[in-house]
């Protein structure tokens, strides 16, 4: 077998280290050396697309991608909306958003290219405040989740100040879906406390394959 290649190495500005590798057309990103995502396991952040997309009412739906990864979530929204649909990807890290371009971006097909994408490079809370009551879906695939936290900085969107602007930045009837890693009791108690009704649905990893499950909310204010 080949060694990992590695590709690029970033660090973000609270000091962790990020680095893309690749071996034999498979491409990982590690966090300070533990594996953040793979391009061979990415049937969870599809399928929760899938399933928030078949719950929302709205014909054209005006979607939120927080965390672009490899792309394959913002791809599977692409192929799920109309093409009057807008869909804003917003990811925190230029290097991620530059990763995409240069190395990353055959493997869903280049989503970033696709006419209906506004790409923001900024904090998802923060482009979730500055808009209140503009989405129909929102779809958080940040970090790995409420518990599993690679940077703290991202802690807030699964507490409370965060569901409080996810509430007001979902229209009437809107829906938000959050990808994790594992079940988490304590972000279902904090939705609970927020007002939503969810539900939860336990997915593979890779659809049809053994390995890891991971964890989807589905919810509504």
């Known amino acids: 077998m080949k060694p990992q290649v590695v590709l690029e190495c970033a660090t973000t500005p609270d000091g962790t280290e990020l680095v893309l590798y690749e071996r034999d057309g498979v491409f990982t990103i590690r966090v300070d050396g533990l594996e953040l995502m793979s391009s061979r396991a990415h049937g969870s952040e599809e399928t929760m697309a899938e399933l928030v997309l078949a719950d929302t009412a709205a014909r054209h739906p005006r979607v939120l991608v927080g965390g672009l990864g490899m792309g394959y979530t913002l791809r599977a929204v692409l192929d799920r909306v ?3 649909s807008r869909v804003i990807a917003a990811e925190l890290l230029p290097e991620i958003v530059r990763w ?12 970033l290219e696709d006419q209906r994408v506004t790409l923001m490079v900024d904090d998802v809370g923060r482009v979730m405040a500055s808009e209140p009551d503009a989405f129909d879906v929102i779809l958080l695939d940040v970090d790995n989740g409420p518990a599993a936290l690679t940077d703290r900085r991202n802690a807030r969107l699964y507490l409370a100040e965060g569901l409080a602007v996810i509430r007001r930045s979902l229209r009437r009837g809107g829906i938000l879906g959050v990808w994790s890693a594992s079940p ?9 406390r927020a007002g939503f009704r969810f539900r939860v649905e336990t997915v593979r990893a890779r659809p049809g394959a053994k390995g ?8 509504r204010a």
């Open 100 to 111: 995409n371009r240069d190395h990353l971006a055959h493997l869903a097909g280049s989503p």
């Open 82 to 84: 109309s093409f009057s």
């Open 184 to 192: 988490d009791q304590e972000y279902e108690r904090a939705l609970k």
């Open 212 to 219: 890891p499950k991971h964890t989807i909310f589905i919810a």
